[in-house]
């Protein structure tokens, strides 16, 4: 199990920016891919991107891609999600995630829920338009 804490979240007018971080007290953090996911009220979870363990690769989902940025600092055991650009539409409650049952995964990235099995509590993002 990753330890995992978000933070960063608020409430900002549209068209501004957010950085998330997702900090982690785990030895093992560097070992493995990190997510951020979103869920917004009435609606399902859904991933908004991946990033692998060593930072080399990341994904992006359609409707974030070209705003969101992913990006991590192994040696601060951190995630960050840099968020610009920010619509109406972004307002949900922000998670990031550890595939932690596959250290130093060099597959595809995963996207579904069920591979990632640490969590953090989530980080609430406003956008008021």
């Known amino acids: 199990q990753v330890q995992l804490v978000e933070s960063g979240g608020g409430l900002v007018q549209a068209g501004g920016s957010l950085r998330l971080s997702c900090a982690s007290s785990t030895r093992t953090f560097s070992n493995y891919c990190m997510a951020w996911f979103r869920q917004a009220p009435g609606k399902e979870r859904e991933v908004v991107s991946a990033?692998?363990?060593?930072?080399?690769?990341?994904t992006y989902a359609d409707s974030v891609r070209g705003r969101f940025t992913i990006s991590r600092v192994n040696a601060e055991k951190t995630v960050y999600l840099q968020l610009n650009g920010l619509k109406a539409e972004d307002t949900a409650v922000y998670y990031c995630?550890?595939?932690?049952?596959?250290?130093?995964?060099?597959?595809?990235?995963?996207?579904?829920?069920?591979?990632?099995?640490?969590w953090g509590q989530g980080t609430q993002v406003t956008v008021s338009s």
């Open positions: 990033i692998s363990w060593n930072g080399g690769r990341t």
């Open positions: 995630a550890a595939d932690s049952f596959r250290p130093f995964w060099n597959g595809v990235l995963p996207s579904t829920e069920s591979t990632y099995h640490s």
